[in-house]
């Protein structure tokens, strides 16, 4: 399986809508953020975050880590190599979590718990993809395009946390820095997609041929 990772905002559900038309052989999964928003009552966990994310951060980052592990087993369990996810564990831990940690709203008792939990499923029962792909986006342009798409519960994210999400993002998959010994192999696809893609048919067609020799040329590891 192959996990589509980026910013907030970086255009990753567009991007693989247009992929499925693009690439009919190709399986898209897109993130079930439905599953894991509304908890109980109608509970929004992103709205709560977003509005008091030092109450809400490990609460947030542990259900959120639960449901993407269990997304992952399942997803795992598919033989078809040829199987786009839309992100995924790694990035929920390496860009979320650390974030929430580098600045603060995780503390240091609830790090060293969360990354026990993390190390232990993933080490034990996770599997690594055969690749990841990641769309490499201006932290500007995902802060206007969140904007623009108006879900509520990302109306008061400030440009500050895009930085620091594509930051993470910057760490994790180009400079592989404190990740795993298993996914320091894994190969990465980088993608450029701060320019407007969605109704630039060439633009879409030239990553869409990417991602297919991509998975070709990495499907068999």
């Not at 908890?39 to 959120?64: C, I, N, P, Q």
């Amino acid at each position: 399986m192959y996990l589509v990772e980026g910013n907030v905002g970086a255009g990753k559900s567009t991007l693989l809508s247009l992929l499925s038309q693009q690439l009919p052989l190709v399986q898209v999964v897109f993130e079930a953020v439905n599953s894991w928003d509304k908890v109980d009552h109608g509970t929004s966990l992103l709205a709560h975050f977003y509005k008091d994310t030092a109450r809400w951060s490990y609460t947030m980052e542990t259900f959120t880590m639960f449901k993407r592990i269990q997304e992952h087993l399942r997803e795992q369990a598919d033989t078809n190599p040829f199987r786009i996810i839309e992100r995924s564990l790694y990035s929920g831990h390496y860009c979320f979590a650390r974030n929430g940690y580098l600045q603060g709203v995780l503390d240091e008792a609830e790090w060293v718990l969360y990354n026990k939990w993390f190390t232990f499923l993933v080490e034990q029962r996770c599997k690594s993809p055969h690749g990841f792909i990641y769309l490499q986006t201006d932290p500007k342009v995902c802060y206007d395009r969140a904007k623009k798409r108006s879900r509520s519960s990302e109306e008061t994210i400030p440009l500050t946390y895009f930085e620091q999400i594509h930051n993470q993002h910057e760490e994790f998959l180009i400079k592989k820095h404190g990740i795993l010994p298993g996914l320091k192999d894994v190969p990465v696809l980088v993608l450029d997609v701060s320019a407007e893609f969605e109704t630039n048919e060439e633009r879409i067609k030239e990553c869409a041929e990417k991602i297919y020799d991509f998975m070709l040329l990495t499907s068999s590891r």
